[in-house]
């Protein structure tokens, strides 16, 4: 398979979203921390982009196996590249090896709270597409994805820069009858403040998910996907894309006033009016060609203004 076609099936454009969440990750330890480790942050790094291809080339595989009309198929991008099913499995089968290789050597580098977090988030990947019940064909999937992703990614690329003693640790430790015992430590603070930190994240990559769902629901319908707005119908899907949208400017509230982010980091709020219009004309013509992109542009603009203004924030210590 050559780089460009490897590329169409993993749709490495996709990825783009992974970096937005390491800014965010970063700029929480540089606010909370200021500790970082190079090799891990490497390591971690690798992974997850390789995570991120695998999970993109299962769905792809996916949806042209479980396609129920003939367009479907056509569509999918095993046809157009002409990429036989051996040869993607093979793929598949690397990625998922590297990747499993990479995070154990993580774990064994940090903390075990590392081994069952990033398993979880092994496992959230390998069920998004395959398995008896794929999450990306259950209502549910906007709500699993927005947490894995914009909660996930953040929270270990914290942990793994050796922040994790300030965050939590899992220990292990044999007595001498011989029986084990385990102890869970943490600070409460912290672990709230990455979430409220990362709600914007979690809410914005959902509503990825859930401009998705919308722009397709005739054809899921066809290859009987059971997303929210099929299960749940297009008015309800559309009120909980808005509540995704406008949630985040509230928790930047509350996280600076219960200084879990620096005062300037308010500045994103300045994001409201074009948020607030790519929202609106989402709605009022979901379509995966001339409105899903905004949903992606929301993400972006929000992640970058909220990340960039909590680096610049701990800098000036406002």
């Known amino acids: 398979m050559s780089l460009k076609k490897y590329f169409k099936f993993v749709e490495i454009q996709t990825s783009a979203l992974s970096i937005y969440a390491y800014a965010l990750g970063a700029a929480f330890i540089y606010f909370y921390f200021n500790h970082w480790n190079l090799l891990n942050s ?3 790094f690798i992974s997850e982009m390789i995570l991120d291809n695998m999970i993109t080339a299962i769905n792809n595989v996916m949806d042209y196996i479980l396609a129920k009309d003939e367009q479907s198929k056509a569509d999918s991008v095993i046809v157009k590249e002409n990429i036989s ?3 993607a499995f093979t793929y ?3 990625l ?3 990747s499993a290789i990479l995070g154990l050597w993580l774990c064994f580098r940090t903390n075990w709270v590392l081994f069952f977090a990033g398993g979880l988030l092994f496992l959230i990947v390998l069920s998004y597409t395959s398995g008896p019940f794929p999450i990306s064909r259950m209502p549910i ?10 909660m996930g990614v953040p929270f270990l690329f914290a942990y793994v820069n050796d922040n994790y003693k300030q965050i939590m640790t899992l220990n292990f430790l044999r007595l001498n009858n011989g029986d084990w015992t385990f102890s869970l430590n943490g600070s409460l603070t912290t672990v709230l403040a990455l979430i409220v930190i990362c709600i914007p994240s979690i809410c914005y990559n959902s509503n990825v998910m859930l ?14 996907r059971a997303t929210l707005p099929v299960v749940f119908g297009r008015f309800k899907a559309n009120w909980l894309y808005q509540f995704f949208g406008y949630i985040p400017f509230i928790c930047i509230i ?3 006033i219960f200084k879990m982010a620096p005062i300037l980091s308010l500045l994103t709020l ?19 060609s001339k409105t899903f992109p905004l949903s992606l542009q929301n993400y972006k603009l929000f992640i970058a203004v909220q990340a960039a203004t909590i680096f610049v924030g701990a800098i000036i210590h406002f």
Do not use: Y
Request: net charge positive; charged share 20%; proline share 5%.
């Open 270 to 288: 300045l994001t409201f009016p074009k948020i607030h219009k790519n929202i609106k004309a989402f709605i009022a013509h979901p379509n995966k």
């Open 92 to 94: 598949i089968t690397v």
């Open 141 to 150: 999937g906007e709500f699993i994805c927005g947490i894995a992703q914009g």
């Open 211 to 224: 401009a998705n769902n919308l722009s397709d629901v005739e054809a899921d319908k066809r290859n009987e």
């Open 254 to 256: 509350i996280a600076v």
């Open 42 to 44: 490497i390591i971690f």
């Open 85 to 87: 099913l051996p040869l």
């Open 96 to 98: 998922l090896i590297i």
